[in-house]
């Protein structure tokens, strides 16, 4: 047992001695998700006015979309535009999705991927958790982002069961809501999960923003396929 899984076995906290995220306004952030420490990374942008243009239109022509497949790129544009309601904008959005799963299957060299493209009335994980999987992409198109907490401000002893029933705020999973990030709308994030190899039980930790008074999200993931 190294001195960070003593740690965390003792205490539930990852320590603070290495920097456990990474941000950046140009792809090649996206890297350093090989890095051993790093377990989650921020490529921060802006979405195109047509391409915000067109979720808005979407989630009123469309409010329950729930779409799911295994694409290639090469495959993705006609299985979208045959998914998605013909509305003005509908290339600038699919070609920015595309680009999205490019990024992605070129960065993991994969020949598939799955996508899941969805319109949320609510949250879908309301509860801060890790991922069982490898690394998952998250991207939100419409609404408020994903919520996440640095590996030295979580408990990680009261994730799941070790809550005792107790919500978030009250679990001492965090010392204080202070302690609560967000991306924005537009950014590209990728969760290491507790899945990758080396990596169980140091999964980013995480959770789906809360939606209120007939707020709308729209949120593209993608996994390994």
Request: with cysteine; glycine share 10%; hydrophobic share 40%.
């Amino acid at each position: 047992m190294n001195a960070t899984e003593l740690e965390i076995s003792q205490t539930g906290y990852i320590g603070s001695g290495e920097q456990s995220y990474a941000s950046g306004l140009t792809p090649e952030v996206m890297t350093k998700i090989y890095q051993e420490q790093i377990n989650l990374v921020v490529l921060q942008r802006m979405l195109a006015t047509d391409v915000s243009d067109y979720c808005q239109m979407l989630v009123e022509s469309k409010p329950g979309l729930n779409f799911r497949s295994v694409l290639t790129p090469e495959k993705a544009v006609a299985s979208l535009r045959s998914s998605l309601p013909d509305l003005q904008n509908q290339s600038a959005f699919i070609d920015d999705i595309v680009l999205l799963l490019e990024m992605y299957s070129c960065l993991f060299e994969l020949d598939e991927v799955g996508v899941r493209l969805q319109v949320l009335d609510r949250a879908m994980c309301p509860r801060f958790h890790t991922d069982k999987l490898g690394c998952r992409l998250v991207s939100t198109f419409l609404g408020p982002g994903t919520e996440w907490l640095h590996n030295c401000d979580v408990n990680r002893s009261k994730l799941g069961p070790g809550n005792m029933g107790l919500s978030d705020d009250e679990s001492g999973l965090f010392s204080s809501a202070v302690c609560i990030q967000q991306v924005n709308p537009g950014d590209i994030v990728l969760l290491k999960g507790d899945g990758w190899y080396g990596n169980d039980g140091l999964g980013a930790v995480h959770r789906s923003p809360a939606v209120f008074g007939g707020e709308k999200r729209i949120v593209v993931t993608m996994d390994f396929a």
